[in-house]
């Protein structure tokens, strides 16, 4: 029940608009699950509140450090980023349909040019084909973050 407690609290602290404290609520989730994988229910409370730390983050992070934060609670270890790379896409679709076109690219950006897996750069592609159908994205700060990906990533797809 301490698991679900948490992750309780971190909705109440998301719909108070608390987004800080909602992130460390959800971060406790996820770090409990951590510890006690084998308990009943913990692989789907962890699962749901990675999703619903990437919505907290996209109210109280900031793009430029969301790869290392959300490391930190992917699960991933060693080289392997896919869960890492699929909170960062979610975060991306999150700022995106919020309104936050620039906080998206600059994401984006930053993920190809510090941490551009394959991975990683084909996620980063998906994302810039969605940019490009969004008409409120400026066409012009799309096609600079665009290049900067195309650079980063040459060679990785």
């Not at 990675?50 to 270890?77: C, H, I, M």
């Not at 869960?83 to 190809?112: F, P």
């Not at 969605?130 to 040459?154: I, M, N, Q, Y």
Request: some cysteine; glycine content about 8%; hydrophobic content about 40%.
């Amino acid at each position: 029940m301490w698991g679900y407690a948490h992750y309780k609290l971190g909705w109440v602290y998301f719909k108070l608009s608390d987004f800080a404290t909602a992130l460390a609520e959800f971060g406790k989730v996820v770090e409990f699950g951590s510890q006690y994988p084998t308990l009943p229910g913990t692989s789907a409370l962890v699962r749901e509140a990675r999703k619903d730390l990437v919505q907290a983050y996209a109210r109280a992070g900031r793009p430029e450090v969301a790869w290392n934060f959300l490391r930190r609670y992917s699960g991933d270890t060693g080289s392997d980023d896919r869960h890492t790379v699929a909170m960062l896409s979610l975060l991306a679709k999150t700022y995106q349909q919020s309104g936050q076109s620039r906080e998206a690219m600059q994401l984006i950006e930053d993920v190809a040019t510090s941490h551009g897996s394959q991975p990683a750069c084909q996620a980063l592609s998906r994302l810039l084909g969605e940019l490009h159908r969004d008409s409120s994205v400026p066409g012009a700060a799309l096609a600079r973050t665009e290049d900067r990906v195309r650079a980063a990533c040459s060679g990785r797809r």
